[in-house]
């Protein structure tokens, strides 16, 4: 696959078959109250947590410029959970794991991620001030009302909100409906993994061991610790700490990717802890899984 075959492949999966999927558990779920809401608390805990220690790790250790901290922030705690955390859970727990994978990840993308850019425009504005970095910046005001405009054009949103719209006002989904979502969202699993690995190959590396392994222990060992700890303390049921900890062991996610090349800092370290971090992934997913 080119560049363009995967970004078609892209299109289908993030356009059709999540939503379609998305639509479908998350109707189901909030008419037969599914929804463990202190999910977030364990997850956003140990989101928070390994978020600031990678940019403290970042400024003090590897003396990245400030808007280079808040990408290895960010790397170091949001994952992949469109393309890897979504079709494994679906595949090893069904539909109810699924339900609370999308309370995650429709809480990072509302919330996590415009609060993200944000930072990182504020953080660059000061980088180019002080004269550390060249760049670019927008402006704090003009950054969250692009980042919450594109919270709302999200395909995946959309379909979590119109699904929880559906459930809690009591209306089951007609056979005619309920039948193609099904036909279309069965593809979310295999396709999301495939276009994964056509992400991945048409990604360089960069030669920063430091910063990228701070990055790559944080999201993948951290993590998942911090999660499990904290869901252990608040004592979630078993399937949902199972499901927050498994997606927080999901290597780094492409928006990080997306974010610093936005903002032109640490541009390298985004792409190859995606690389490294999904490659290690394979064996570390497995052995949490266990």
Same mark, same amino acid.
């Given at each position: @696959?080119?560049?363009?075959?995967?970004?078609?492949?892209?299109?289908?999966?993030?356009?059709?078959?999540?939503?379609?999927?998305? @639509?479908?558990?998350? +109707?189901?779920?909030?008419?037969?109250?599914?929804?463990?809401?202190r999910?977030?608390?364990?997850?956003?805990?140990?989101?928070?947590?390994?978020f600031?220690?990678?940019?403290?790790?970042?400024?003090? /250790?590897?003396?990245?410029?400030?808007?280079?901290?808040?990408? /290895?922030?960010?790397?170091?705690?949001?994952? *992949?959970?469109?393309? /890897?955390?979504?079709?494994?859970?679906?595949?090893?727990?069904?539909?109810?794991?699924v339900?609370?994978?999308?309370?995650?990840?429709?809480?990072?993308?509302?919330?996590?991620?415009?609060?993200? /850019?944000?930072?990182?425009?504020?953080?660059?504005a000061?980088?180019?001030? +002080?004269?550390?970095?060249?760049?670019?910046?927008?402006?704090?005001?003009?950054?969250?009302?692009? #980042?919450f405009? *594109?919270?709302?054009? =999200?395909?995946?949103?959309?379909?979590?909100?119109?699904?929880?719209a559906?459930? @809690?006002?009591g209306?089951?989904?007609?056979?005619?409906?309920?039948?193609p979502?099904?036909?279309?969202?069965?593809?979310?699993?295999?396709c999301?993994? @495939?276009?994964?690995?056509?992400?991945?190959?048409?990604?360089?590396?960069? =030669?920063?061991?430091?910063?990228?392994g701070?990055?790559?222990?944080?999201?993948?060992?951290?993590?998942?610790? #911090?999660?499990?700890?904290?869901?252990? #303390?608040?004592?979630?049921?078993?399937?949902?700490?199972?499901?927050?900890?498994?997606?927080?062991?999901?290597?780094?996610?492409?928006?990080?990717?997306?974010?610093? *090349?936005?903002? =032109?800092?640490?541009?390298?370290?985004?792409?190859?802890?995606?690389?490294? #971090?999904? +490659?290690?992934?394979?064996?570390s997913? +497995?052995?949490?899984?266990?």
């Open positions: @696959f080119d560049a363009v075959g995967a970004a078609k492949l892209n299109a289908l999966v993030f356009y059709f078959a999540i939503p379609a999927l998305a @639509f479908r558990t998350v +109707s189901g779920a909030a008419l037969s109250g599914g929804f463990e809401p999910v977030l608390i364990a997850y956003v805990g140990g989101e928070a947590g390994v600031v220690l990678a940019v403290l790790l970042g400024w003090l /250790m590897w003396r990245r410029s400030m808007a280079g901290c808040v990408v /290895m922030g960010l790397g170091a705690s949001f994952s *992949n959970g469109f393309y /890897m955390a979504l079709p494994i859970t679906l595949s090893l727990f069904g539909e109810a794991g339900v609370q994978l999308l309370l995650i990840l429709a809480f990072d993308t509302m919330v996590l991620l415009p609060f993200a /850019m944000v930072l990182l425009d504020i953080a660059k000061r980088d180019i001030e +002080s004269g550390r970095r060249d760049g670019r910046t927008r402006g704090g005001v003009a950054v969250l009302r692009a #980042a405009v *594109n919270v709302f054009r =999200n395909p995946v949103v959309l379909a979590t909100l119109a699904g929880l559906i459930g @809690f006002a209306v089951p989904l007609p056979e005619i409906a309920d039948k979502l099904g036909l279309v969202g069965q593809a979310a699993l295999p999301a993994l @495939f276009a994964i690995g056509c992400d991945l190959a048409h990604r360089g590396v960069e =030669n920063e061991p430091g910063a990228v701070t990055v790559v222990i944080g999201k993948l060992v951290l993590h998942p610790l #911090a999660v499990l700890g904290i869901g252990l #303390a608040i004592d979630l049921p078993p399937l949902t700490l199972a499901v927050a900890t498994l997606t927080a062991a999901m290597p780094v996610g492409a928006t990080v990717y997306i974010a610093a *090349n936005q903002y =032109n800092a640490a541009v390298g370290i985004a792409t190859t802890t995606i690389l490294v #971090a999904t +490659s290690i992934a394979v064996v997913i +497995s052995a949490v899984l266990y």
